[in-house]
């Protein structure tokens, strides 16, 4: 399995590296507007619940 290190990886994989190390939303290296600026702003959110995982989809808690 190849290494990836967060400036090798494509923006969502780089904002959730981010997330994982503290780094602000702020630091977000890529041009506001442009889709890598949103792609990394979407990998740095997923972990905080506001995929599927928060409303119970990937984690079978809808009933």
Request: net charge negative; hydrophobic share 20%; charged share 30%.
């Amino acid at each position: 399995m190849p290494d990836i290190h967060p400036s090798s990886a494509e923006p969502f994989e780089q904002g959730r590296h981010a997330r994982y190390r503290g780094d602000p939303e702020t630091a977000n290296p890529h041009p506001a507007g442009s889709e890598q600026h949103a792609k990394w702003l979407e990998g740095y959110r997923y972990p905080d619940g506001r995929g599927a995982e928060r409303d119970g989809e990937a984690i079978g808690t809808r009933g």
